[in-house]
């Protein structure tokens, strides 16, 4: 091996003590890492706690909305029957006796057919 490849070691008393505080700085920020992420995971696992509960509370507010939909169709069907019964109420509870009678059942069935 060539002498420029070779490697010595320091005569320094103290490098041997300068390693070690290498050593010692670099475990120590491996450590905060390890902590920074540890605490990075911890909070991760909160929020995809929160976003699933979020995702069952927006699953639940879809069915009452899709049940209040309903209801309101229901309640807006009921509501034409009454207007048109009112309607018809109206229209033929205005005329004679007579000729109500004369539209319902079998006898406009008969008019029908004359």
Known sequence: ???S???TRSTHPDAEGSSREA???????LDQMLTALTDANWKAEI??????SLRNEVAEVRR???RLEGLLASEARSQQREDLDEE?????GSQPQGEVHALS???MQGAWQS
Do not use: I, W, Y
């Open 1 to 3: 091996m060539s002498p």
């Open 5 to 7: 490849r070779m490697t």
């Open 23 to 29: 050593r010692s700085n670099l475990e120590q920020k």
């Open 47 to 52: 929020a995809h706690e929160a976003v699933l």
């Open 64 to 66: 009452d909305n899709t």
């Open 88 to 92: 018809v109420q109206q229209e033929f």
């Open 105 to 107: 059942g079998s006898r």
